[in-house]
């Protein structure tokens, strides 16, 4: 999550000329379930059984059903993309999703999907696992463990039951650009524009260590019981801190950690070191903080489970690495976004994507955001990067879509 | 406006439906019109952030790109026409430039601001670098580091083993043919590799 959803200043100017567009929020918003009987088959050869998607929508399908935009979450969001939930909580990318906004619900059907293996309303590690064996108890560590691909198979179930043969786009962010690339992929007539945002074709060995490293600490909390800690009636709360903790620090710069904490001491500067190892940093207390809260709302299955989702992600594996080959056969037009300071999914592995499709001669627009705050800066308000957004769904709603 | 007829002359070089790479596409007038009205298809690459939009907004497919980075992510003469048109003098590597552009077209089209346009000549025998509409800047805040002539190109294209299909001047939108060097302020330049 954003350090704060705060617009960003600097000595350039905006990208956009100047658009005075009344932005407002959806308002409260309903979190809606659909149910599956039909098992969805997995990579791993399992299958899901009788399963149900939490979803939101937002703005109105038209008559045609050509303005559904789906968004793909990351890691740690859910269905509840914008608006105000039950509970008052904001959605995750409110700032880009709304009346008058980039992703403007006065014109386009949004549609979020939590993903199973959530923990936020979609069948996952949590629910009772209906084999007859487990009598009951929660799937804990016996959730099958899904891919990118898996996902994006679920959420076009949901799609078509909600009516929609074809969506304007499917956006994401992260993982969820994972996602929006391998819709293109898996169901190529299916979705007219990609756009994918801090994303990347794979993750790298770097991105890998961090993942394993967040899992051991989760693995190795001895209240993990194996996976079965609700047997237990406990949290590996301990491991969840530390994974968050590792997760936060990728996900920011140098720079920005320089000028949001620097060397600050907790309580002030002349307050001095305390010799000893509690809290003594601004930095440290900052993380504490987002591990602790973090403890008290995720699963850790579920982030042992889509942490592994993205490493598996490899479109081109089955392609012998050529990531050219691997998009031969997309229809969609792509919008790829990176920014420079992200160094967990950096700029290169966009250009790699980018390559690949101009390579095919496929429609690929890309930008390249100077922004300071790292692989968090998918999720904040950068005027360019919303600009681009802007305007590349202004003329995603000016097409008229082929029937 | 003459950049705007500028813009029409060298579209009258691209062949309808040719495979365009339009590298430092502005605002991205060349390439829409071409897409629109000439049945090409392609890419403008665009640094500025401000124009990327514009770009966009046109309806082109644009891809954010230091062009001091090279071209590496296109592949040999993938294209049938490389424009780079107003930017090579803004370019530190600027012969780099012209091989990678003759490298990734099989033809490539090429416009800078001619030096040796006679004010600009009058303006450097009077002592003073030139402030012209084709040159519009302050010898001190230009971001024309290589400013060079017609004749320069010339030379520069022959040590690139560049055949030049085509060339001649511009001024005030219209094409120069007889004396460019002198009498041009913009200097284009379609060529191929030989």
Redesign the interface.
Known sequence: MPLKRARRTGDRTSAAAPVFRFMGSVGQVTSQSMHFSDPLPLSSGARLLDYRLAYETYGRLNDARSNAVLVCHALNASHHVAGVDAQGREGWWDNLVGPGKPLDTDRFFVIGVNNPGSCFGSTGPMDPNPDPAAAGRPYGADFPVVTVEDWVDAQARLIERLGISRLAAVLGGSLGGMQALSWTLRYPDRVRHCIGVATAPNLSAENIAFNEIARRAIITDPDFHGGHYHAHGVVPRRGLRIARMIGHVTYLSDDVMASKFGRRLRGGDDKGYSFGYDVDFEIESYLRYQGDKFSDYFDANTYLLITRALDYFDPAASHGGDLARTFAAAQARYLLVSFTTDWRFSPARSRELVKALVTNRQHVSYAEIDAPHGHDAFLLDDPRYHGVLRTYFDRIAAESPAP | MSERRDLDVIADLVPAGS?VLDLGCGRGELLAHLVQHKGC?G?GIEID??N??AS??R?I?????NLEEGLA???DA?FDVVLQLDTLQHLRNAEKMLQETARVGRTGIVSFPNFAHWPNRLSVARGRMPVTRALPYEWYDTPNIRVGTYADFEVLARRNGLSILDSFGLRDGRPVRFWPNARASVAVFKFERR
Not at chain 2, 61 to 65: A, C, F, G, N, S
Request: glycine fraction near 10%; aromatic fraction near 10%.
């Open positions: 495979r298809t890419y952030d401000t990327l939009q966009l907004a309806g497919d644009v891809i954010q790109l992510m296109f592949g993938s």
